[in-house]
């Protein structure tokens, strides 16, 4: 079995826990509270190995630390991705703040983490607050190709998805873990 170190980051309240909650335990909480320091969490996933002769599947095991976004805890990041194989780095697409932030993050890890093999995934959480009938009801403060440019142009895997429903939760960790298969 293979094991990797994945932190969270991001402004406070984007929905890094409840991205965590979604994947390990399939559940969301409206009113869930916030982080206090740093919660760690594990959780597997299966990956296909094609390359071998005979086709297997590998457990791959993600230890998560999900950091609290709050300014007062900013100095414990680099503690918690200073070991870490990915990066999912969250942003709420109904608060463009909060891709500002992201982006400093990004900044941040491309800086202090000289590691190559760092998997950075922008994450942009709560598309269930968008609506397809583009109506009063569309909250959705960043484009979505705003997102895919800056991510492609700085190397991040990338994708928008909802911890409230669970549209594309599963799929981030899926893809981060046969990244880091191929590294
Ligand atoms: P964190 O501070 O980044 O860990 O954010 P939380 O996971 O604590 O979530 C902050 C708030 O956003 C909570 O009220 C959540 O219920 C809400 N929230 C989180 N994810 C989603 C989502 O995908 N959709 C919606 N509509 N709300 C969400
Ligand atoms: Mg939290």
New binding site residues.
Partial sequence: MLQFKLVLL?D???????IVNRFVKDSF????E??IGAAFLSQTVTINDNDSDVAQEITVKFEIW?TA?QERYKSLAPMYYRNANAALV?YDITQADSLEKARSWVQELKNKVDDDSLVIYLVG??I??VSNNNDDQDKRAVERSVAETYAEENNLLFSEV???TGEGIKQVFQSIAENLYQI
């Fill in positions: 991001g406070s309240s984007v929905g890094k826990s409840s909480d409206e009113f869930r916030s982080t999900d976004g969250v959480n709560k269930d607050l909802s911890a409230k």
